[in-house]
């Protein structure tokens, strides 16, 4: 419940607000003076002030310039029955939120306050999001790689980062597309602002909206108080929406038009906010064929898609398995105090040649696994197969379909029936991006699909 307090020398006006602010469920404070207001300021978290300006001293003037060194981010809200023009614009340039004449204006009070403190919360957020980036700072990883493709994403975050364009980007599962993020907000105008992560698959659609734009308390059942959303959050930073794909119609919607108009309406709410924010998006999925089946808005991805990153699967990049294998290994043994590790040329191959589905992320398991459960001070190329498998795991199914097989034509459908799987299996069942790496159009990937009735889960 937000605390207010209420500082007038005349006892009416007190209790008149008081009265009108405990019924809107505010806690309220008041005094009866300026030291009276400073003393319990500064012994008291306030979440606003409502100041009369004509007090015995220290007057209401006073009392906001004492407040504007001690307190800047308080919201005070100046009252009087006697002010000018002049006395306005000083209150003003000493921070004031804004300025009430006596008597007040129910209406007009209610919305000043709760404007106010819809400030405050957010500067609040805003302060913890910057503490939180300035801490994580020291341990952003670096985007470790030798591929050509790891040096051209680094040099399109280089030449994006400080454009306000936005900026979509694609790749499987465990890439390395937050980082990617990170490192676009990190090297941005806007670094110093906070970066504000969605992962839009985590959260159930009905809660989609309130979580990115907030809500009005009482605006559907379980809001008992008031939430300032992402794009809030954000204000002034960059706003992450990972999985984007998988965001409803409706949020997709909402989402368009606060990109459009840089405005977004809280949930229940109905008054327009603005917000200034850089979208960074990620999606695991294939935009266009979503697109295709009517699931993703296409003015949504021409509105997030000005730049596209692609970050591919490690297993299109295996030159920056040794080194990511390596600065893991140093990475994960400084975190659980153990000595430092190296692997044998026959393990960093052996790696090298492991399927990696799921990318980066798989990676950084298992060279967790070894420091934890391999003997020795190195790590063996007979570790690594013990605790990931054979490197080949294709050898036995080549030998089982020729052996199965007398018909040509049958080992060949059969062959082409495995490949097919494995390479879907591998993209995650992404049809365009197996169509890409295979060499085939995806119309005739959907024909094999059908021709040996390969389905999901086979």
Same mark, same amino acid.
């Given at each position: ?49 409502? %100041? ?137 105008g806007r670094a110093d602002a906070p970066l504000v992560e969605v992962n839009c698959a985590a959260i159930p659609s009905e809660l989609i909206e309130s979580e990115l734009f907030g ?135 052996? %790696? ?20 934890? %459960? ?85």
């Amino acid at each position: 419940m937000p605390t207010i307090l209420v500082v007038d020398d005349e006892g009416s006006i007190r209790r008149t607000l008081r009265e009108i602010l405990e019924y809107e469920d505010y806690a309220v404070d008041v005094a009866t003076e300026g030291s009276e207001a400073l003393t319990m300021l500064r012994e008291t978290t306030y979440d606003a002030v409502l %100041l009369d300006i004509k007090m015995p001293a220290p007057d209401g003037m006073e009392v906001l310039r004492t407040l504007a060194d001690e307190q800047p981010t308080l919201p005070v809200i100046m009252i009087s029955g006697h002010a000018t023009i002049e006395t306005a614009v000083e209150a003003t340039k000493l921070g004031a939120y804004d300025f009430i004449e006596k008597p007040p204006d129910l209406n007009r009070l209610l919305v000043t306050v709760r404007n106010a403190l819809d400030r405050n919360t957010l500067e609040v957020e805003n302060q913890r999001m910057r503490q939180m980036i300035t801490e994580q700072a020291g341990d952003l990883s670096p985007i470790i790689g030798e591929s050509d493709a790891i040096a051209d994403i680094k040099a399109t975050i280089d030449r994006v980062a400080a454009t306000e364009a936005r900026v979509l980007i694609t790749g499987e599962n465990g890439t390395g597309k937050e980082l990617v993020a990170r490192w676009i907000h990190q090297k941005s105008g806007r670094a110093d602002a906070p970066l504000v992560e969605v992962n839009c698959a985590a959260i159930p659609s009905e809660l989609i909206e309130s979580e990115l734009f907030g809500h009005e308390k009482g605006s559907f059942t379980g809001a008992t108080q008031q939430r300032i959303g992402k794009f809030e959050q954000a204000d002034g930073g960059t706003l992450f929406l990972d999985e984007i794909g998988d965001m409803s119609a409706s949020a997709q919607a909402k989402v368009l038009r606060a990109l459009q108009e840089s405005t977004i309406q809280r949930v229940g709410g109905g008054q327009p906010i603005e917000v200034d924010v850089r979208v960074v998006a990620a999606t695991n999925k294939d935009l266009m064929a979503e697109m295709e089946e009517g699931r993703f808005r296409e003015d949504l991805y021409h509105r997030i898609g000005v730049i596209l990153i692609d970050v591919p699967p490690l297993r299109h990049r295996r030159d920056d398995i040794p080194p990511l294998a390596r600065h893991f290994a140093q990475h994960l043994a400084r975190r659980h105090g153990m000595q430092p590790r190296t692997f044998t040329d026959a393990a960093i191959q052996h %790696l090298r040649q492991a399927p990696w589905r799921g990318n980066v992320r798989e990676l950084q398991n298992v060279v967790e696994r070894l420091l934890i %459960l391999a003997d020795g001070d190195t790590i063996t190329a007979e570790a690594v197969e013990r605790h990931i498998g054979p490197s080949a795991p294709g050898d036995s199914l080549a030998t089982d379909l020729i052996h199965s097989h007398e018909d040509f034509t049958e080992a060949r459908d059969a062959f082409e029936r495995a490949f097919i799987q494995h390479k879907l299996n591998a993209h995650d069942w992404n049809v365009s991006q197996t169509a890409e790496t295979i060499g085939i159009q995806r119309s005739h990937l959907y024909n094999k699909l059908n021709k040996y009735g390969i389905e999901r889960g086979d």
